[in-house]
């Protein structure tokens, strides 16, 4: 089983003339640079992703992130 913790983009990299082709994500101050080219949709700076294999797969809204980062903290306080 996999588990994908939500990213924040804290910086979008390269252009292929079609946007962004890499970003520098972060959560709880672990860093990674990941592809762009499978995402759903093209994020912005503070924007989050699901990150599989080093490449972006899903764009999620602040308020979506936030809930799946709060669902995984209370999961680790239980010890589940």
């Known amino acids: 089983m996999c588990l994908a913790i939500p990213m924040e983009?804290?910086?979008l990299k390269g252009d292929d003339g079609s946007g962004p082709t890499?970003?520098?994500v972060d959560s709880g101050g672990i860093r990674?640079?990941?592809r762009l080219d499978i995402v759903d949709r093209l994020?912005?700076?503070g924007d989050?992703?699901?990150v599989h294999a080093?490449?972006?797969i899903h764009a999620l809204t602040r308020a979506d992130a936030e809930a799946s980062l709060s669902l995984l903290r209370r999961m680790?306080?239980?010890g589940a």
């Open 43 to 45: 994020p912005n700076v």
């Open 76 to 78: 680790a306080r239980q």
């Open 22 to 24: 890499a970003a520098l």
């Open 48 to 50: 989050y992703v699901i």
């Open 9 to 11: 983009i804290v910086e």
């Open 54 to 56: 080093g490449f972006a």
């Open 32 to 34: 990674r640079e990941v």
